[in-house]
């Protein structure tokens, strides 16, 4: 088969979620609605924390840092995404489709590492209180934070260099709605293995790192609040934890399948389903896990309330 140089391509044909007109009209529709619904979460629990100081902890410093990011990651995806749906068309520039790509994926290193932080914090709060102050202090907080946005774009770009020295064949065709690189290493005729095994460890560093510290830090909160004689303390420890062990779980889940589970032959066609969980429903779920049974966030907004009415 012939092939040439990736470089020389000017457009990559996506195959989007369904080929049927109908059903892309009304996944347009579901789609939409969601893409509204994420911003107006993520940019109200930002808009939230910024506004009221009881909320400036360092958990919500946390928490807007991982609102930004799924912002910037679903606006990286879904308005493409929804084009599609709307004419049609899965027809993508090279250009775009790399850019696409590597913000996709620095984004999705941010929050993952940002969840971790977010463990580690808690971890701090529930086992070491006389210290948590100190120790996340606003330096800390904003050198943690830099460090997972850093770390994110870093692994994104040499993850995304290697992807683009290879040579790929002339039927540019992806079986996918957006540029992801497992899905575009797919296209190469040349031997990936090299470059295959080092997205899977690059991977396991971002997924499985983070995943680990989570476990430990809640291992050893939960060794903590067994400890515990207030039924209060129990209460609010498994509130704000929860929150955010189930958003863990909801991340970890699909984005583990895709990036280091390897899927040949049919089940490679599954990919594009799994990733709609780490792409949509994720950031659609993130604000709802983080408010509807959140007590700050409820004052917070019943504080808001009181002042626009008066």
Same mark, same amino acid.
């Given at each position: 088969?012939?092939?040439? %140089?990736? %470089?020389? /391509? ?34 109200? =629990?930002?808009?939230? =924390? ?24 679903? /606006?990286?995806?879904?308005?493409? +995404?929804?084009? #599609? ?14 850019? #696409?790509?590597?913000? /996709? ?9 940002? !969840?971790? =932080? ?73 031997? /990936? ?16 790192? *983070? ?10 909160? !939960? ?13 609010? =420890? ?6 955010? +062990? ?7 889940? *699909? ?31 993130? *604000? ?23």
């Amino acid at each position: 088969m012939a092939t040439h %140089n990736l %470089n020389s /391509t000017k457009e990559i044909i996506l195959l989007g979620l369904s080929s049927d007109r109908t059903t892309q009209i009304l996944l347009f529709v579901l789609v939409l609605l969601m893409y509204i619904f994420i911003l107006v979460g993520n940019l109200g =629990v930002i808009a939230l =924390v910024q506004l009221e100081s009881h909320l400036q902890t360092p958990m919500y410093f946390f928490l807007s840092h991982l609102s930004s990011a799924e912002i910037c990651f679903v /606006t990286t995806n879904l308005p493409q +995404l929804l084009d #599609q749906l709307l004419t049609g068309r899965g027809v993508i520039s090279l250009a775009r489709c790399a850019l #696409q790509m590597y913000t /996709t994926l620095s984004l999705g290193c941010i929050e993952a590492f940002l !969840l971790g =932080v977010m463990a580690y914090d808690r971890y701090l709060a529930v086992c070491r209180p006389l210290v948590y102050v100190t120790i996340m202090e606003k330096r800390r907080q904003f050198q943690l934070a830099s460090a997972c946005w850093l770390a994110g774009f870093s692994i994104a770009a040499i993850c995304s260099s290697l992807t683009f020295r290879h040579t790929f064949c002339h039927s540019c065709c992806i079986n996918h709605f957006v540029c992801e690189i497992p899905m575009v290493v797919k296209m190469a005729c040349d031997d /990936t293995s090299v470059t295959e095994l080092i997205i899977v460890v690059f991977a396991g560093v971002v997924i499985l790192g *983070p995943f680990l510290l989570i476990v430990t830090s809640y291992c050893l909160i !939960l060794f903590s609040v067994l400890k515990m004689r207030s039924a209060t303390g129990l209460r609010k =420890v498994f509130s704000t934890c929860g929150s955010h +062990l189930l958003a863990v779980l909801v991340f970890y889940g *699909p984005s583990t399948l895709n990036y280091i589970i390897p899927h040949e032959g049919e089940a490679a066609d599954n990919d594009k389903k799994v990733a709609v969980f780490y792409l949509v429903f994720t950031p659609l779920l993130n *604000p709802l896990i983080y408010t509807l049974r959140n007590k700050d966030i409820h004052e917070a907004m019943a504080k808001l309330v009181r002042r626009w009415q008066s």
